[in-house]
């Protein structure tokens, strides 16, 4: 089976995933791109300045992609890890072989979830068919589409049978959709699990204070070992402190008060830069801010009036008041460095006056009014405000709701809203993690209501090959027709560096740059 998560040949894949596999019978587990120094003997509490808090624990669940799995990778391990060149690493699968047909994992033995129970293969089983469940409502079913069967014939041993070759089965199974939870607990818990995670991860779970702060504790029984072989996490316990003003992260990171932040815009960023007690490293990532348009009803259910709103945005302009000179300009979520980036694609220039006229075309002479949902969190109010003045001149009236982020969900998943503003992380280690969860028919993030077949065609032909030229050629099309038919309108992809208090060690990050904490420690 191709797995060409990065555009990597079959050979070369199959072949690094042997050589890996050849090693998987040793306990240690190394970490992921951003190290940012070695791991060591120490302890003590990290307390970590979040701005995000999560709707749920539950994997299966989670629709907050870029910033969730920084809190699941506390209590969750994934079945395989993937590291930023495409390669797979073993975790609660020790080794596998993948074919066109059938994939089969061997697991680790002697793996406990929190609560005791054994990490065994009718545990893996009873997760993946939870997912493929349509009674679960998961937000992963679509990674699980080509899946037809999913066996443990015995203790040690999960078969996967498919439909059809998946080349992105192993990837799906190294995200969230590969996080082992406890079948003991979500059996006890039910609908509560969520706020009450039970998986193999290097922290078990203690307090979850809603807007106020969530407690992890060090699991001593954690199976995973540092590349000495001492004992992990390093750590004794990790706070998260829900805090969504940016200028009061700042201020704590300064202080002392938190020893990490997950996000912070560059206006405040750029305070740190001089002090050296705060280290400030880009890595790559970027924040992507975009406009979903809800085509479902109201104004943009006419492309006429999408193509205003999309004539309507000064995009360099949003960029400059939100990040300074600390962002990039981009058609879509590719990066300029993504395989799958096409710079022929070119969104609407902006022209206010043509905005107008267009809507003039479309009958709509006078003001249109449109309603922008925003979240309460720097720099979204500021972009916001600054929408509402360009719509303004375009024609349109347009009013701002700038929401808490759990409201701002709901609405968008109601769609009530017109328009709204939102932000990704990039780079994602495949296309179809960036693309597939937002524009198909049945994604998990559809905001807009789209139900665009021939876009859909577009993206399942990208996730299901292994031939890089017809990936790219795929994606690059599918990202053509979201830009011609401005269902969206994407804005500026702003720097976003891991950003933490020079005390603080081995902090591993994932290839789209969330946390992995598991080696992690506090120095003097």
Known sequence: MPIPSLGLSRR??????????????????????????????????????????????????????????????????????????????????????????????????????????PCDAEAVVFNLRRVMDPATHSTKVAALAKVASVEAPDAATVKIGLKSPDPLLLT????????????????????????????????????????????????????????DGSSLPKLDRVVLRFVTEAKVLRAELATGGVQLVRALPPEEYKQLGGDKQIVIKDGGVRRAYYVALNVTKGPFKN????????????????????????????????????????????????????????????????????????????????????????????????????????????RMKKRDFDAALLVIDIPRLDPSLSFNPYFTSKGPNNWSGLDDRVLDALLADGADTGDKPARKKAYADAQRRIIDNNYWVFLHQAKSPLIHSSRLKGIKLDADGQWRLAEARLGA
């Not at 702060?213 to 070992?225: C, I, M, P, V």
């Not at 000064?314 to 980036?341: C, H, K, L, M, Q």
């Open 303 to 410: 492309p006429e009036v999408r193509a205003a709103f999309a004539r309507a945005i000064d995009r360099r302009a949003v960029g400059r008041a939100a990040a300074g000179d600390e962002y990039d300009i981009a058609p879509s979520f590719a990066t300029s460095s993504d395989w799958f980036y096409d710079g022929s694609i070119t969104p609407l220039p902006y022209d206010a006056a043509k905005a107008r006229k267009t809507l003039e075309q479309a009958g709509l002479r006078g003001e249109v009014p449109i309603t922008v949902v925003a979240r309460r969190r720097a720099p979204d109010p500021t972009i916001a405000e600054l929408l509402q003045s360009q719509l303004t001149a375009a024609g349109f009236l347009p009013k701002a709701e700038v929401l808490e982020f759990q409201t701002q969900l709901e």
């Open 172 to 227: 799906h199974l190294a995200h969230e959709t590969g996080m082992i939870a406890s079948p003991a607990a979500l059996k006890k818990h039910g609908a509560d699990f969520g706020r009450r995670p039970v998986g193999t991860g290097p922290f078990t779970f203690a307090q979850w204070r809603s807007k106020v702060q969530l407690t992890a504790e060090r699991n001593d029984s954690y199976w995973a070992k540092a590349a």
């Open 12 to 117: 070369a894949v199959l072949a690094s995933a042997a050589a890996t596999a050849a090693a998987a019978g040793l306990p240690t587990l190394t970490g992921c791109s951003g190290d940012s120094g070695s791991s060591g003997s120490s302890s003590g509490t990290l307390t970590a300045g979040f701005d995000n808090e999560p709707v749920t624990l539950d994997p299966a669940l989670s629709a907050a992609i870029s910033s969730d799995r920084n809190v699941l990778n506390l209590f969750f391990d994934a079945l395989l890890r993937q590291r930023p060149d495409g390669e797979f690493e073993p975790a609660l699968a020790a080794k596998w072989d993948a074919g066109d047909s059938e994939v089969t994992l061997t697991l680790r033995e002697g793996v406990k979830f929190h609560d005791g129970t």
